[in-house]
């Protein structure tokens, strides 16, 4: 069976440069990957990169009830001619009536990305009540929705606009590649600025958006009126008429009085970033901006707004600053504070440069995506489906065998090294592992990549019963594999507080006991691909809610087990004077 996924937008702009990744992964998988929006200009791009491009000629940016029903009943005849296994909506409107008309049109998947909430907390009470229904009642026809931004994130968990076990972070992430500072010489610079009419010693100082207000221009014109000959303003993006805040002829008229150069719609940004000495987002409204992200990944210093989305991407006072949304007053003030000082934004530049590597890597966002498709596919039972969502590689996920117990245990002393039980040895692990296998109520499930297992999952309905089955079973084999350990008292306290802690915190007995992956197959999607699919099978048997025991203080995995949808409900003593978080996930949250 060939899968064939479709991405929705509004228009074939935002196909190129919002999720061209995505489908790019599609078609690398063999799948039929179909992007469908309002034709235009980008469309013979996306042709040439395999992607099938289906028209919805009644689609537009504004909101119109006469073009949105044409487009809604559009994509209908299209659902149900073209049969697609996976649907998946991006923007306000293709968000809101692509899920339900996927649901409705028999989509197998039906996956929503919230690339920022259409409404903010500064927005007025009637527009926020008005979004936060119209995304309430879409997300009930969905089966993930995939946040961008943590702060949506955490929003539509609290007001429940979304199920809470089905709302993911999804985060952003750039090609690190193209927007890597070292890939052009200072020579190559020096040649870029000149074709760009700088004048050596100037400062450069670069926007990239689309030309409408609340992307903040009319504060950068402002504030450029404000800095003096030594600084020269850029400013890239094409107009977008159907906005209703879209700048016309008389913010032209105002930049160029103001020397702020408008470059258009360009292609080439990664060079024009390197002829950048620092990067401005005025915004009022982001979602997770990926501007911000590529100025960042180019070494740049941001100067952005205090807002959702600006503060994922700049630490105030390390990688950028932030200003107060509207306050053209403070951002030239910071313009002329990062243009006087050039080793602060040197200094900032390569922060920028290490938290990009680090947090906004494209890769990492399509491997989360697919393990999104993957993970609802095993829990709907689409097996076909599943099968495929491994980006082309031959990594499914089955049930542990007898034989895959010492991968496991191996793996379990090699990966997790913080904790405690793996300090007695592969053949200690062994003999739980095997005792695990036993358990009516486990479920331990291993990554198998054709050529064996590269990573595994394992968890039991019930803690206690599961460490007076291994003692009754396993007791005496596995006090002799430990036994050159467990001669230290302070070794065997803590095995007697590992059999008897309090596995009944929160009223939750069902636990996730351990997770990993080997190295080789990190960065892949595949932790997060095992622990759906752990919780999948959990759930099929009835055994939730499920909660994970995490060492206080390993920010990395809580915030795994949060994208996975558990929530944090207390600390607990495993051992004595040693912290830990408790974490629950209950499919009705």
């Known amino acids: 069976m060939t899968v064939k996924l479709a991405h929705l937008t509004t228009v074939d702009l935002s196909l190129r440069y919002l999720v061209l990744p995505q489908l790019e992964a599609g078609v690398a998988a063999g799948w039929d990957t179909l992007g469908i929006s309002a034709p235009g200009p980008d469309v013979p791009f996306l042709t040439e990169r395999g992607i099938r491009h289906v028209p919805l000629p009644s689609s537009t940016r504004g909101w119109a009830l006469r073009s949105d029903l044409a487009a809604a009943r559009d994509l209908w005849r299209i659902l149900r001619s073209e049969r697609v296994d996976i649907l998946h909506t991006h923007n306000p409107k293709p968000g809101l009536y692509g899920r339900i008309l996927g649901r409705l049109a028999g989509v197998p998947i039906v996956i929503n990305t919230i690339h920022g909430l259409y409404a903010t907390a500064e927005d007025r009470w009637a527009k926020r009540l008005v979004v936060y229904l119209l995304e309430a009642a879409a997300s009930r026809f969905s089966d993930a929705e995939l946040v961008q931004s943590p702060e949506d994130a955490d929003l539509m968990r609290r007001l429940r606009i979304a199920p809470p076990h089905r709302t993911f972070v999804l985060g952003n992430g750039v090609d690190l590649t193209r927007f890597d500072p070292d890939r052009f010489s200072a020579d190559r610079v020096a040649e870029i600025r000149r074709g760009l009419g700088i004048e050596p ?7 990239v958006g689309r030309l409408v207000a609340e992307k903040g221009y009319l504060e950068l014109v402002d504030a450029a009126q404000r800095l003096d000959e030594r600084f020269v303003v850029l400013a890239i993006g094409p107009p977008d008429p159907e906005k209703s805040d879209a700048l016309g002829s008389s913010f032209e008229e105002d930049a160029a009085r103001a020397g702020v150069r408008l470059l258009g719609m360009r292609t080439d940004v990664d060079e024009l970033y390197a002829a950048m000495d620092m990067f401005v987002l005025a ?28 503060r994922e991407v700049v630490v105030d006072g390390s990688n950028g600053l932030l200003i107060p949304v509207g306050d053209a007053g403070a951002l ?22 290490r938290r990009a590597v680090e947090r906004f890597d494209e890769r990492n966002v399509v491997e989360a995506v697919f393990a999104t498709y993957r993970g609802v596919a095993l829990r709907k039972g689409e097996i076909a489906i599943a099968r495929g969502a491994a980006l082309g590689a031959s990594v499914s996920i089955r049930a542990a065998l007898d034989r895959d117990v010492p991968f496991l245990a191996r793996l379990h002393v090699d990966a997790i090294d913080s904790g405690f039980l793996a300090t007695l040895g592969p053949g200690f692990m062994e003999r739980l592992y095997s005792s695990m296998l036993q358990r009516p109520d486990a479920v331990v499930l291993v990554a198998d990549a054709g050529r064996g297992p590269v990573g595994f999952v394992a968890g039991v309905g019930d803690v206690a019963a599961l460490y007076r089955h291994f003692v009754r079973h396993q007791g005496v084999g596995a006090g002799l594999a430990a036994a050159p350990k467990l001669i230290r008292p ?22 996730l006991l351990a997770m990993a992956v080997a190295p080789e197959a990190r960065r892949r999607g595949i932790a997060e ?25 390993n920010d990395a995995a809580v915030g795994a087990y949060r994208k996975m949808g558990f929530g944090e409900v207390g600390t607990i003593e495993v051992h004595a004077g040693e912290r830990s978080e408790v974490l629950v996930w209950s499919p009705e949250h």
């Open 490 to 511: 302070a070794i065997l306290r803590r095995a007697w507080e590992t059999l008897r802690y309090d596995a009944d915190h929160s009223g939750v007995t069902a636990e």
């Open 529 to 553: 691909l095992l622990g759906r699919a752990f919780l999948a099978a959990m759930e099929q048997q009835n055994t939730v809610p499920v909660r994970v025991v995490v060492g206080a203080g």
């Open 283 to 310: 915004s009022h409204r982001e979602g997770f901006p990926r501007a911000a992200m590529e100025a960042a990944a180019s070494g740049l210093p941001v100067i952005a707004t205090d807002i959702r989305g600006c």
């Open 201 to 207: 010693g100037q400062i450069v100082v670069g926007a």
């Open 332 to 353: 030239a003030t910071a313009i002329r504070r990062l243009g006087d000082d050039e080793s602060l934004r040197r200094t900032m530049g390569e922060q920028g440069r």
